[in-house]
Structures are given as structure tokens and as C-alpha cells.
């Protein structure tokens, strides 16, 4: 697993729901995936992100700061190169989100799995962003995150609370509890979402 930045920042249990209606496209030569992380402002965004990509230890990720635009992280991963959009998600940059939803192939939406008081707020965003046309084919990833935490919801809750698409919708979507801090469950959420678009936009061997 390799990575590089632009300047342009208790068990693991998951749910999965996938259903095979897309078309498959070609893109075999380049094998690059477009990845926005999304969420709530204090999800845990760009800490999942610099462990993923830097491997950073625990006191260099708790002292993440906000991010107040995004940044952009590129990461060798299984056989595919992404490009990872980490993006603030203060409610006032939440307005920019749709500048970058194009040619979106996977979306990564990080939940703090501590915080039950922000759940509708985070069911209501989530939704707004599934409404998308742009995102309608993309994969979804919920990382139900911050699972170090005492006390946090585990992704049977967090599931419910978000009102997750239904098995007819369409939509590839799982769900995974993990810790940006440990780095549990991170690598279980990233091989499903690889395989998941893999399998739905390449011709795989
Ligand atoms: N205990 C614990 N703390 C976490 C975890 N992930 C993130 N945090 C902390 O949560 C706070 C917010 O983390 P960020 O990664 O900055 O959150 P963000 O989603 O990028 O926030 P914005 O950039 O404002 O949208 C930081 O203090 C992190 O150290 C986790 O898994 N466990
Ligand atoms: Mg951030």
C-alpha cells in the first residue's frame, strides 16, 4: 500500500447490501477510482484518512485539525490507485459538497458512532447526498466510526438510525465499524468498497 498527498488533508461487525443492476463499464487501463470521504464535521474524516494513507500513530492523529476546504490523498491500494477527497464537513462548507460529486465512483461517509445526539442530522445529510443523480451509481461505504469510544453505537444501530437504502433501491452500499485511532475495521470497509466498484465498473479477470 502506497501513498502520496496532493496540496490542493470491539469487534468489527458490517452489514452489506449489494444489487447487480448497474452496467458494467471499462476502464481497465487505468484502474483509477475516485473516492469522496464524507460526513459530519468531527466524524473522524481525515484521521481514517492519514492512518489509511500514512499510517500515522496515535498522537500525530489526535491532533487532527478540522479541515476547513479538503484535500486530496492518493493511495496505491489492491491493485488500484485512489484518488481519496477528504472534505470538511462543517455545515457551512456541507454547501460545496455537489462541486465535487462528479465522476464519483465510491462514497465514504464517516459516522461518530459516540455522538447518538447528531444521528438525525447525519441521516438527514447522508440522504440529501444519496439524492444526488451524479452519485447514483457510486458504492457506498458507512464507517461507523470512533468504535474505541466507550459507550459508542455499534452498526446494527447506526444502521437503523440512518435509514439505509432499501433492497430495492439499487444502491451498493456496507457498513463497518471501525476506529480512525486504532485502525480497526479500516481495512476490512476499504477491501469491500474496492471490490465492490471493481466488480461493478471493471472487467475483472
Ligand atoms: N477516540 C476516537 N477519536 C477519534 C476517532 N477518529 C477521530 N477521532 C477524533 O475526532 C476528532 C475529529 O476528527 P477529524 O478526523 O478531524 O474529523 P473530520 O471528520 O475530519 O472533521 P472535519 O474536518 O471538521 O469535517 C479528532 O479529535 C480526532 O482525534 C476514533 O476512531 N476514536
Ligand atoms: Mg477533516
Redesign the pocket.
Known amino acids: 500500500m502506497q501513498s502520496s498527498t496532493s496540496t490542493l488533508?470491539a469487534p468489527c461487525a458490517s452489514l452489506t447490501h449489494t444489487c447487480w443492476t448497474d452496467s458494467a463499464k471499462v476502464k481497465e487501463q487505468e484502474r483509477e477510482l475516485r473516492i469522496l470521504i464524507l460526513?459530519?464535521?468531527?466524524?473522524?474524516?481525515?484521521?481514517?484518512v492519514q492512518s489509511l494513507c500514512y499510517g500515522a500513530d496515535t498522537a500525530a492523529?489526535?491532533q487532527?485539525?478540522?479541515?476547513l476546504g479538503f484535500q486530496i490523498h492518493s493511495l496505491d491500494y489492491a491493485d488500484f490507485h485512489l484518488n481519496l477527497w477528504?472534505i470538511?464537513?462543517?455545515s457551512s462548507i456541507r454547501a460545496y459538497w455537489r462541486n465535487y460529486f462528479e465522476q464519483t465512483d465510491g462514497i465514504v461517509w464517516?459516522v461518530d458512532s459516540s455522538d447518538a445526539s447528531r444521528l438525525p442530522l447525519v441521516q438527514q445529510e447522508l440522504s440529501r447526498v444519496l439524492q444526488q443523480e451524479r452519485l447514483a451509481g457510486a458504492s457506498l461505504l458507512i464507517w461507523a466510526?470512533?468504535?474505541?469510544?466507550a459507550g459508542s453505537l455499534g452498526v446494527q444501530e447506526i444502521a437503523k438510525a440512518l435509514q439505509l437504502p432499501k433492497s430495492d433501491d439499487g444502491r451498493h452500499w456496507s457498513i463497518h465499524a471501525?476506529?480512525?485511532?486504532?485502525g480497526e475495521g479500516l481495512l476490512e470497509g476499504m477491501d469491500w468498497l474496492v471490490q465492490d466498484i471493481g466488480s461493478r465498473i471493471f472487467l475483472l479477470s
Open positions: 488533508d460526513g459530519l464535521d468531527n466524524a473522524g474524516k481525515t484521521t481514517i492523529l489526535q487532527v485539525e478540522p479541515t477528504d470538511g464537513g462543517q464517516v466510526n470512533k468504535q474505541d469510544v471501525c476506529s480512525g485511532i486504532t
